[in-house]
């Protein structure tokens, strides 16, 4: 009572600090061989082009890997927000003895900012699916070159 905070909120917002720190190992151990098997993916463009074509709509479309993470990294970000703000309301509210738990009220969910995501921009997602473009371009120009060769191996002598 003497420390003029609540104790409950500083013990919250330590153990959500903790709990980032293992969240954050965790997700990075899981994501590692995502991340590497669609980077095995990317260069198996060489051989599949389909595989190709895949990773550029599944980019161009939003839905491949580094956007889904990047925004759950952006939604995890803005949970953390709410959490600190809901933390140091509680902490600022201390308990008396024999005071029923502290509930806030709808000035503090006023304080939390509107969540809002970016995605990437077509820019972005190219440059990032820059091997698969190259090695489809790559496909186009062999294609290409194979039309050519026939139509002038038809031509009459």
């Known amino acids: 009572e003497d420390l003029g905070l609540n104790l409950n909120g500083l013990r919250l917002q330590a ?36 595989l190709g074509v895949q990773s550029i709509s599944m980019g161009l479309a939003g839905t491949d890997f580094a956007q889904h993470r990047d925004f759950m990294r952006a939604a995890d970000q803005h949970r953390r927000k709410i959490q600190i703000i809901m933390n140091e309301d509680i902490m600022a509210h201390p308990l008396k003895s024999g005071d029923p738990a502290y509930l806030a009220g709808p000035e503090v969910w006023a304080k939390v900012p509107t969540f809002s995501y970016e995605p990437p921009g077509v820019g972005a997602v190219l440059s990032a699916h820059a091997l698969p473009l190259g090695l489809l371009g790559l496909w186009l120009v062999a294609a290409g070159w194979f039309v050519l060769r026939s139509a002038a191996a038809l031509r009459p002598v």
């Open 15 to 50: 153990s959500e600090e903790h709990s980032d720190e293992i969240f954050d190992r965790f997700y990075q151990k899981l994501f590692a061989p995502m991340e590497a098997q669609n980077a095995f993916l990317a260069r198996a463009g060489a051989v599949f082009p389909l």
